[in-house]
């Protein structure tokens, strides 16, 4: 998919997870917002460090047409739960280094999600899976496209235009939607607005 599509299709999921899972308060869900807009920057990522992996070794230049698997692998995301889980937090953070760590993981998870919805895949062996061109262009890395070992679930085109409007379109409408639910909420309850005031108030001050 493309990268804007996995931008807004990592927002939806972050915020959809927050309510439906994490069950967060209003205050959390105001600060929640404004981060998923942020981390998901983290979803746009994997594609554009593959113009690093992805290179022709002799011409030094990026395929821009594969899939590596140190960004793409799906035990990439293991490691760095792992990873993450190792690191020693005091008791008085925890609770913000979990939620970063939470969106991280959420939004680096639903570019792979939507990578396997992919007729390409993302791969699950060492070399990187490639994307089928079309053979009567003059490409200089792997004349010919070779089956990868991949993992995908479904056979949506990365380039639809379709496939990509359409699931821009629904992530927008979960954002708007959550968007109008935060705001009945604090209209019913703004007390929940001068809490996050004082909050904010304590760390300023």
Not at 117 to 141: A, H, M, V, W
């Amino acid at each position: 998919m493309r990268n804007l599509t996995h931008y807004y299709f990592s927002i939806a999921v972050i915020l959809i997870e927050g309510i439906f899972i994490s069950q967060v308060s209003v205050v959390e869900q105001i600060i929640l917002l404004p981060l998923a807009f942020f981390v998901s920057l983290v979803a746009i990522a994997p594609n554009k460090l593959d113009k690093f992996f992805c290179l022709d070794r002799k011409t030094k230049t990026c395929t821009e047409r594969c899939r590596h698997p140190i960004t793409h692998h799906p035990a990439a995301f293991f490691v760095l739960v792992a990873l993450l889980s190792y690191i020693t937090i005091g008791t008085s953070y925890y609770g913000l280094y979990f939620l970063l760590t939470k969106t991280f993981l959420l939004s680096y998870g639903s570019h792979l999600l939507l990578d396997m919805l992919n007729s390409e895949g993302i791969p699950i062996g060492t070399i990187p899976t490639l994307f089928c061109q079309d053979q009567t262009k003059n490409y200089r890395f792997n004349d010919t496209t070779k089956p990868r070992r991949r993992l995908n679930i479904m056979n949506f085109s990365r380039e639809s235009f379709e496939a990509n409007r359409r699931t821009g379109l629904i992530c927008k409408i979960i954002i708007g939607l959550y968007c109008f639910q935060l705001v009945y909420e604090l209209w019913h309850d703004p007390s929940e607005i001068m809490f996050l005031w004082n909050i904010l108030n304590e760390f300023t001050n």
